[in-house]
């Protein structure tokens, strides 16, 4: 399998044939040396085993880690912009606009009575 | 190296006896492969006719052979380097010859099966062919009678004469029967002889 089988049991112009092809391939051009050389190298990269992926369970923890803690920051935000809102809505029932005026159509009425209760007291 | 091995997790391990494994195939790998390479590429020329394309074909058989057969044992890898090239050359052969089917219409295929058996006798008392001619000129008709062959009796021509595989071998690497391969063998003799004998 070496290439070099010259026997003495077969014609000699055989033997004098595969010796030009053992010349042949002796003296390659530097360019071709150089793409073998790369195919050869190509070929055994793709045999290389890749590292397992430990970092992959850090990673996804920290991951985790970062989307809770900014659920948690978020929220209280949340709340303290959504809260303010919520109150005039709350104080907002439709008739909000008959009770002032009755408030202040009976504004003597309120003041009389604290005066009262402040002799009262005194 | 103990201590490092105290640190190390147990995949960690397993990646590191696995990386010591494949970096000793590789060794072995890239030195077969260096061996096998310039043959490999002089074979694929004669196939392809030009030097571009039997590169492509190299690459593509090593990649092939790395990818499937890196594992199988090391004695065993040069009949499957070989195999794997031949297979990628009957490929390149059926790509061309369907892509030169319109152009070929008219161009008279000579059939070897029409060969003479006292021609393809031997007579081992006549020095032959390319003992009377110079080195190179030697070379050259050599390689055109090569590459005038059929793919296939010059495959079993450079198998069984240049790489020294046995009829066997040679049929398992050329997927076919040993019957077929010294029919094929003895047409690549016959045919290479009146060539080298006409090119005087």
Redesign the interface.
């Known amino acids: 399998?070496?290439?070099n089988?010259h026997s003495n049991d077969?014609?000699?112009?055989?033997n004098?044939?595969?010796q030009?092809?053992d010349?042949?391939?002796r003296d390659?051009d530097a360019v071709?040396l150089s793409?073998?050389n790369?195919?050869?190298q190509?070929?055994?990269t793709?045999?290389?085993?890749h590292?397992?992926r430990?970092w992959l369970l850090p990673a996804g923890l920290a991951s985790a880690c970062a989307m809770l803690l900014a659920v948690v920051v978020w929220q209280p935000h949340h709340r303290s912009e959504t809260q303010p809102s919520a109150a005039p809505v709350a104080v907002d029932d439709g008739d909000s606009e008959e009770t002032s005026t009755e408030f202040y159509q009976n504004l003597e009425f309120y003041a009389w009575l604290d005066a009262q209760n402040k002799g009262g007291d005194g | 190296m103990a201590e490092i091995a105290g640190t190390m997790t147990g995949s960690q391990l397993e990646f590191a006896r696995r990386v010591d494994a494949t970096s000793t195939n590789q060794r072995a790998l890239d030195q077969f492969l260096r061996g096998v390479e310039r043959r490999a590429l002089r074979m694929a020329e004669l196939a392809c006719g030009s030097r571009d394309d039997a590169l492509d074909v190299v690459q593509d058989a090593m990649c092939a052979f790395v990818k499937n057969y890196a594992a199988k044992p090391e004695p065993d890898w040069a009949p499957l380097f070989h195999r794997v090239l031949d297979s990628r050359l009957n490929d390149f052969h059926r790509r061309r010859t369907v892509r030169n089917r319109w152009l070929a219409v008219f161009e008279r295929k000579e059939d070897d099966d029409t060969l003479d058996p006292i021609e393809q006798a031997q007579d081992l008392q006549d020095p032959g062919p390319l003992l009377r001619l110079a080195g190179s000129e030697a070379g050259k008709a050599l390689d055109a009678a090569l590459k005038a062959l059929p793919l296939r009796q010059r495959q079993a021509f450079l198998l069984r004469m240049w790489e020294g595989f046995d009829v066997a071998t040679t049929a398992r690497v050329m997927q076919c029967s040993e019957g077929s391969v010294k029919t094929h063998l003895s047409r690549a003799l016959a045919a290479l002889r009146r060539a080298l004998e006409d090119h005087q």
Do not use: C, E, K
């Not at chain 1, 793709?46 to 085993?49: D, G, K, L, T, V």
């Open positions: 399998m070496n290439g089988h077969r014609p000699a112009w055989i004098r044939s595969t030009l092809l010349d042949s391939v390659l071709t793409r073998l790369r195919a050869r190509a070929a055994l793709q045999q290389r085993p590292a397992p430990v």
